[in-house]
């Protein structure tokens, strides 16, 4: 499973994106608002990796963004109808993550049987907060302290996205 837009090709995780995605999942910039730490070594960023794969067997929800077939990030379904978004700093500010999501979110409506999206973000995460608004989710709650890394406790602000009434 392959989704493409006009920069884009979304595809599934191979073993040959261990480097481009260390070098995200170890960049503190990157990392900031994630729900871990940056990764201090190949071997975490490999697990990752590892699991992403397999879980691409069992349901290809969950894509590697790439520009001229170099990961950049990733985004979609990652757990339940959980979705998500990352992507390296050095592409920020592009419309990408836009591009991208607006090309998953049908794919999953086509593909689950989910009645709802939901996101997390951190309130301070301003972009992301504003992309989820732009792709139509609506802030359905807030917690706090609901992550901590490295010592420090972060709050999470939630949204949801019903599926469109004409694919129920």
């Known amino acids: 499973m392959i989704l493409a837009t006009k920069r884009l090709i979304l595809r599934e995780p191979r073993p040959d994106d261990?480097?481009?995605?260390?070098?995200v999942f170890s960049d503190p910039k990157a990392m900031r608002y994630w729900s871990t730490a940056p990764h201090e070594t190949r071997?975490?960023?490999?697990?990752?990796?590892?699991?992403?794969?397999?879980?691409?067997?069992?349901a290809p929800l969950t894509f590697q963004i790439t520009i001229n077939d170099t990961y950049i990030g990733n985004c979609g379904n990652f757990q339940d109808n959980e979705v998500g978004f990352m992507l390296s700093p050095e592409y920020w500010r592009q419309g990408i993550l836009t591009e991208a999501m607006t090309v998953v979110i049908p794919h999953l409506?086509?593909?689950?049987?989910h009645d709802h999206l939901m996101a997390d973000a951190d309130p301070n995460n301003a972009a992301s907060c504003a992309l989820l608004?732009?792709?139509?989710?609506?802030e359905t709650h807030r917690a706090e302290k609901t992550f901590f890394i490295n010592g420090i406790w972060s709050d999470s602000v939630?949204?949801?996205?019903?599926?469109?009434?004409d694919l129920r």
């Not at 409506?109 to 049987?113: E, G, L, P, S």
């Not at 608004?133 to 609506?138: D, E, S």
């Open 109 to 113: 409506w086509n593909v689950t049987d």
């Open 133 to 138: 608004r732009k792709l139509g989710f609506h």
């Open 158 to 165: 939630y949204f949801a996205l019903n599926r469109p009434t």
């Open 43 to 58: 071997e975490v960023t490999k697990e990752v990796l590892d699991r992403r794969i397999a879980r691409w067997q069992e």
């Open 18 to 23: 261990l480097e481009p995605m260390f070098e």
